[in-house]
């Protein structure tokens, strides 16, 4: 998501509320345990049950001009474990920003870049979890002959402490490859936005193509730390870009 602006030690970061494809959509569900419904925002009023589904990222593909001009950091770079270069986005965008207000210190990008290059292959998600389906049994349906099995795809859950925010890892195939991969989305209550038409959004429907405001300040420190963190323990390649993003940090060579 676009970072709308940086100011006194804050970030303002712009959620659309009525698009229903991309990174963000807004759902609706009673509570973390239940699986989150799309809803439409433009003709049924937020609640207390509405959220964000954010798939937030942490880089950018440098080759692809469309989506580098979303980062503020478009001079940064790295190289990721897929080879290509890569500009910081999103929550690495969110963490550098937060060094430069002084809230995140270098010796605590230390510390996870200790913790995250000791970690052993065997020890990441994706090595963790696997995708399991029943065996098919015959099932006929308006005359005509299925077989029908269940696929169970492993979802973690983790909730950051009195914050109403959690992250999601669902582990699914890979779309264009061998293998398993985490998918990790950033989940939070539609009342931890600030509307940017100051009108409250519990009790109306969104506006024609209306975005609110996520403002992270000092209190969401532990939050974007712990979100790279999680990042770093989903499989090697994640573990590979995340270090070599918080070593360019703490190296002030981005």
Request: proline residues 4%.
């Amino acid at each position: 998501m676009r970072i709308e602006r940086v100011e006194n030690d804050k970030i303002f970061v712009e959620i659309p509320l009525t698009t229903q494809s991309g990174k963000t959509r807004v759902k609706v569900r009673n509570s973390f345990y239940e699986y989150g419904l799309p809803t439409a925002t433009r003709q049924i009023p937020f609640t207390q049950k509405h959220y964000i589904e954010w798939q937030i990222g942490y880089d950018i593909d440098k080759n692809d001009r469309e989506k580098l001009a979303l980062s503020t950091l478009q001079d940064s770079g790295f190289i990721g474990a897929n080879g290509k270069n890569k500009a910081l986005y999103e929550l690495s965008e969110f963490i550098y920003y937060f060094m430069q207000f002084g809230i995140i210190k270098k010796d605590e990008i230390a510390y996870l870049i200790d913790f995250l290059s000791k970690v052993k292959s065997n020890e990441l998600i994706d090595s963790q979890f696997s995708i399991l389906r029943t065996h098919p049994i015959e099932r006929e349906i308006l005359g005509i002959n299925f077989y029908h099995s269940q696929v169970q795809y492993p979802l973690l859950v983790h909730k950051f402490g009195v914050f109403d925010i959690l992250v999601e890892i669902i582990i699914k195939e890979k779309q264009r490859a061998i293998g398993v991969q985490p998918m990790l989305y950033v989940c939070f209550p539609i009342t931890e936005l600030r509307p940017q038409n100051n009108i409250p959004l519990l009790g109306r429907v969104a506006e024609q193509k209306e975005c609110a405001s996520l403002i992270l300040d000092a209190n969401h420190k532990n939050f974007l730390l712990e979100s790279f963190r999680i990042f770093g323990i989903l499989s090697p390649s994640h573990n590979h870009d995340i270090r070599q993003i918080l070593e360019r940090m703490i190296g002030d060579n981005l």
